[in-house]
């Protein structure tokens, strides 16, 4: 994974890169088969390390701020964090053709059904990039309601795509379609969201509304 920094802030990059080694750990719990002692080894490890990083710690999760591109980014972020380890991390681009898009391969932290992704992990993915399409669309809005359609189970491990984009806007109200599909144009999974304008963004929206202009 690339991280985005700006140049010169390298503890910006140490933390990132942490929490990409925090994601490999995770993956790691879930599908080791080492022995007892060395479980038992491994936590009290973890535990000394955890001492550590908590004897200096925030008051909150990381707020927004400016990426080196201008753009505002959210390194806390659940969905695109690169500072969250519980994030995928999604890497959202405008597409060619409208809207935005994200490839992925989901990893075995993400399972549900033996095998594949868990739906609500597919949940999350389809309504950050649907809330990113209306972004793009120059609109400022939150999640108002969000409808999923499974098609068939999405398999991590592998990649696939997610799309989404902004279909049309009534006043406060505006509505982004989105679908996870297979590089083949298969569709896995699709969403429509209905995303609202608070009425204290009317004269202005917040920066963080703006994440992905």
Known sequence: MTIDVAAGDSRIAALCALA?????LMDAVLITD?????????TAELAALTERLEATRRVSARPFDIA?????????????????????PLVVERAASGGVRAEVSFRPLHEGPPGFVHGGIIA????????????????A?????????YRAPVPYGRPV??????????????????R??????????EATGLFITPTAWLDGPPSAARVGQ
């Open 20 to 24: 990409q080694q925090t994601r490999d």
């Open 124 to 139: 999350m993915a389809l309504d950050h990039l649907l809330g990113q399409a209306v972004a793009v669309a120059g609109l």
């Open 34 to 42: 080492v022995d007892e002692d060395e479980l038992v080894a491994v």
């Open 161 to 178: 795509v997610v799309t989404a984009e902004h279909t049309r806007t009534e006043g406060r109200k505006a509505w982004a379609d989105g």
């Open 68 to 88: 080196p591109d201008g753009t505002v980014r959210h390194l806390g972020n659940a969905a695109i964090g690169a500072a969250n380890p519980f994030a995928v």
């Open 141 to 149: 809005a939150m999640t108002g309601t969000l409808t999923l359609r």
């Open 180 to 189: 996870v599909s297979l590089p083949d144009g298969t569709v896995l999974a």
